[in-house]
C-alpha cells in the first residue's frame, strides 16, 4: 500500500515536473478588438493573441490563452491561477511595486475620442464640464483622474472599454480615452463613426501611461528571461512585424 | 451549578430547562465564552495584521457607497413593494387579463437572472438611443444619461416580481370571513384592502418580506457593473488603485453582515408591532 | 429582425457560443447544487444532532453566507482558497496546481448552496414526525439506516419547494461567475453583444435561454414532488 502511494505521489509530481512548460497566459475576458477578441466559435482572435503564439513559439513554452475578468487579472496572477498576463498591459511604476513585466511589445499614443459636435480637445480645459468614461483599473483611469476630473463634470468607470464605447455611441458619455489603436478600430466601425470622432492625443506621462505594453510576470519569476528572448527573436526575424502589417498599416512598436 | 442528586447511577438528571435551579445564562456558557475569544483574537489579527492604511484615503468615498447602497435598497423596497401589491393581487383574485400578465412578469423576473436583466435594461436600452435623435434633446436625457435611474428600475422591477410571488400567496391566505364580514357591513371594496386585506396579507408574510429584503441588499452590488458607485464599486476602487486584494473585501463583507443585521432587527420589531392574532 | 441571423448556430452565428456558455452554466449548477446538499444535509444533522460548538460553528457559517452578497463571497474565496492552497503546497516544496474554473465556480457556489440548503433540510427534518422516528429506534435501528429509510424520504417531500427554490438560485447564480471572467452564459452573452453590438438581441436571447432552464426545472421538480408525495391522501377539498 505505502509502495502505490509513493509511486503514485511520484508520478503525480513528476507529472508536474513535466509540464513544467506549461505556462497560462492570461487574456481580458472581455473583447479588446482589434488586440484580442472571440469570434462566433469561440477562439480569441486578434493581434495581441498571435503574438503570443509568436512569443510562445520563440520562447520554447506551451502556452494556454486563459481568459480572466480584467479587474481580477492581477490578483489572478500573483495568487497563481496564471503565469503571465498579455492582455495590453500598462508598464508602470505602481503596478512594478506588485508584478514584474517583461521588455515591452508594443507602445501606441493615448487618445481621446468623443461625441461629434460638442467642441473639446485632449486638455483639462478642453474637457471641462464633460462627462468622461474610461476602463477601470488602467491607466487611463489614473491619468483622467489625475489631470481631468478636476475640471471634468463627471468620471463614469466602465468595466471594459467596450462599454465605454457602447455609452459614447449612446450618448451617455462625451468622450472616452483610451489607446490609439483601440479606439481607432472603434471610430472604423459604422455605428463609432456615425457618433464620434478623435478629439487630440493627450500629454504625455510616463509615470501615470506608462512605459509601453509588456507581459506581466510574478515577481522573482524565472519566466521573465524566456519571454525577452521570445520577444527579442521575433522582433529580430521579421516575425513581429509580419503579423503587424497583417492587422495595421505600420509598426506599432513604438519609440 | 449544582446538580441533583443521583440516587440511580444509571439515571441522567431529569430536570428540564429552566427549571428553577440556578445556570449560567446561555450566552455565558464555557463553550461560547472560548468561540468568543477566538473571534476577538481573530478580530484583533485582522485590525493590526492586516493592511487599513488606505482607510483615511477613501473615507468619504466609503461612506458616500455606503449611503448609496442604503438609498438604493429603500427605494428600489418601497416602489417594488408598491408595485408588488397589485401584482399579488391581480394573481389571487383578478380577471384572466389581469392576472394573466401579472403571472407572466413574475414568472420572466423570477426565471432569470438579475444581472442579465440589469445589462439589458441599461446596454439594452441604450443601444436604442442612436435611433431615436431627437430623445437628446427631451425632458428625460439628463435622467436617461445616468446610471442610477436604470438601477432604481432593475432593482424595482426584481423587487416587485419576487413580492408579487409572495403577496400572492399572502392575499389568498386572509381567512375568507373577515373579507365577507366587511362586504356585508358594507366597506367599499379600497376600504375593504386598505383596512383589512393588507394589513393581514403584510403581516402574515412579515418574516419572508424580511428574507426578501436581505436578498435584495445582496442584489446591489449587481449594479456597480453599470457604472453605479455604490459600496461594492468602492471596494473595487480601492482594490485596483491599491491593489490589495483581501481588506477591501473583509470590509465589504463587515459592511454587509452589519446592513443585513440591521434589516432582520427592523423586520423583527416590526414583527412585534403586529396585533396578536384574536384565536 | 435583421439580427436574427446572428443566432445562428454555427459560425458566424454566435448561438453555438450561447449553447456552450448555457452547458457550462447548467453544469457548475448541478455540481454546486449537488456539493449544497451534502454540506446542507451534514450541516443539518449538525445543527440538529450536534454539540453545541458545532451548532453554533454552523450558525455563523450558514448567517455569514446568508448575509453577505453571493458577488463578494465569490471573490473572496475564487481567490482566497486558490492563494491558500498554492501557499500551503509552495511551503511543503510542491508545486503550484491550477484550480480549473469549474471546480472553483462549483467549490464557491456549493459553500453558498450549502449554508442555505442547511437551513431548508433542518426545518424539513424537525417537520418529520417524531413518532415515526422513535419507532424506528425503538425497534433498535442503526441510526444510518433510520436517516435512510424514514427521514430522508420523508423529509424529502416537505423540503421540495425549499430545494426547487435553491436549484433556481443555483442556475441564476452561475451568471455572477461572469463578473470573474468564468465562460458561462452571461459572459459568452456579453461578449456576443460586445462584439456585434446587437445588444438586445443577444440579451433577450440568453433570457429565453435561463427561462427554458427555469420552467423545464419548475416542470422537472413538480413531478419529482408529486413522486416524493406519492400516497399521501390529497389535501383537496380539505377545509
Known sequence: MKKTITLATTLLLTAGMAAAQDVRVGIAAEPYPPFASPDAAGNWVGWEVEIIGAVCAAAELNCIVTPVAWDGIIPSLT???????????????????????????????????????????????????????????????????????????????????????????????????????????????????????????????????????????????????????GIAAILADGTYDEITLRHFASSIYGG | MTDPPLTDPSSKPVAPQGSGRARLPEWLAPHRIVLAAIGLAIVWLCVTQMRWDWL??????????????????????????????????AQAVGPWYLAAPARVFCTVIRGTPLLLQVWLLYFGLGSLFPSI??????????????????????????????????MRGAFRSVPRGQLEAAQAMGMPRLTIL??????????????TLGGETVLQMKA????????????????????????????PLLLLAVVYMALAGVIVLGFRWLETRAPARAG | METLPLLALSPPGWGGNLLRGLVN????????????????????????YGGPITRDLLAIYTTVVRAVPELILILILYFAVTDAVNQVLLA????????????????????????YATEVLR?????????????????????????????????????????????????????????????????????????????????????????????????????IERWARRGEPSLRGAG
Open chain 1, 79 to 229: 495568487s497563481g491561477q496564471i503565469d503571465a498576463i498579455m492582455a495590453s498591459m500598462s508598464i508602470t511604476e505602481e503596478r512594478m511595486q506588485t508584478i514584474d513585466f517583461s521588455d515591452r511589445y508594443y507602445n501606441t499614443p493615448t487618445v481621446v475620442i468623443g461625441a461629434r459636435g460638442i467642441e473639446m480637445d485632449a486638455t483639462p480645459e478642453g474637457l471641462a464640464g464633460k462627462v468622461i468614461g474610461v476602463q477601470v483599473s488602467t491607466v487611463h483611469q489614473a491619468y483622467v483622474d489625475a489631470y481631468f476630473a478636476a475640471t471634468a463634470a463627471e468620471v463614469r468607470l466602465y468595466q471594459t472599454q467596450d462599454e465605454a464605447n457602447q455609452d459614447l455611441i449612446a450618448g451617455r458619455i462625451d468622450a472616452t480615452q483610451a489607446d490609439s489603436i483601440a479606439l481607432e478600430a472603434f471610430l472604423a466601425t459604422p455605428e463609432g463613426l456615425a457618433c464620434c470622432e478623435m478629439k487630440g492625443t493627450v500629454a504625455d506621462d510616463p509615470v501615470i501611461l506608462g512605459s509601453g505594453v509588456g507581459v506581466g510576470l510574478r515577481q522573482g519569476d524565472p519566466l521573465k528571461d524566456a519571454f525577452n528572448a
Open chain 3, 25 to 48: 452554466s447548467v453544469q457548475i449548477a448541478l455540481g454546486a447544487f449537488g456539493l449544497g446538499l451534502l454540506i446542507g444535509t451534514a450541516g443539518a444533522y449538525g445543527k440538529l
Open chain 3, 92 to 115: 511543503i516544496g510542491y508545486q503550484r496546481i491550477q484550480i480549473s474554473g469549474v471546480a472553483a465556480g462549483i467549490a464557491v457556489l456549493g459553500i453558498v448552496q450549502g449554508a
Open chain 2, 194 to 207: 386598505r383596512r383589512i386585506w393588507l394589513p393581514q396579507a403584510v403581516m402574515q408574510v412579515l418574516p
Open chain 3, 123 to 223: 426545518g424539513a427534518i424537525l417537520a418529520v414526525p417524531l413518532g415515526q422516528i422513535e419507532a424506528a429506534r425503538s425497534m433498535g435501528m442503526p441510526p444510518l439506516l433510520l436517516a435512510r429509510r424514514i427521514t430522508l424520504p420523508a423529509m424529502l417531500a416537505i423540503a421540495m419547494p425549499g430545494l426547487a427554490n435553491l436549484w433556481l438560485i443555483a442556475t441564476k447564480d452561475t451568471a455572477l461567475l461572469a463578473v470573474v471572467g468564468f465562460a458561462e452564459l452571461t459572459l459568452e452573452t456579453r461578449q456576443a453583444a460586445a462584439t456585434t453590438k446587437a445588444f438586445f438581441t443577444f440579451y433577450l436571447a440568453a433570457g429565453v435561454l435561463y427561462l427554458a432552464v427555469t420552467l423545464t426545472s419548475g416542470l422537472l421538480f413538480g413531478r
Open chain 2, 56 to 89: 483615511p484615503d477613501y473615507g468619504w468615498l466609503i461612506a458616500e457607497g455606503i449611503w448609496r447602497t442604503i438609498w438604493l435598497l429603500v427605494v428600489s423596497c418601497i416602489l417594488g413593494f408598491a408595485l408588488a401589491v397589485p401584482l399579488g393581487l
Open chain 2, 220 to 247: 446591489t452590488p449587481l449594479v456597480a457593473t453599470i457604472t453605479v458607485v455604490e459600496i461594492y464599486a468602492v471596494a473595487s476602487r480601492v482594490r485596483q488603485d491599491t491593489l490589495i486584494t483581501y481588506e
Open chain 2, 133 to 166: 435623435p431627437w430623445i437628446r434633446q427631451s425632458e428625460l436625457w439628463p435622467l436617461l444619461r445616468q446610471a442610477w435611474p436604470y438601477a432604481v428600475l432593475a432593482l424595482t422591477l426584481s423587487y416587485a416580481g419576487y413580492e408579487g410571488e409572495v
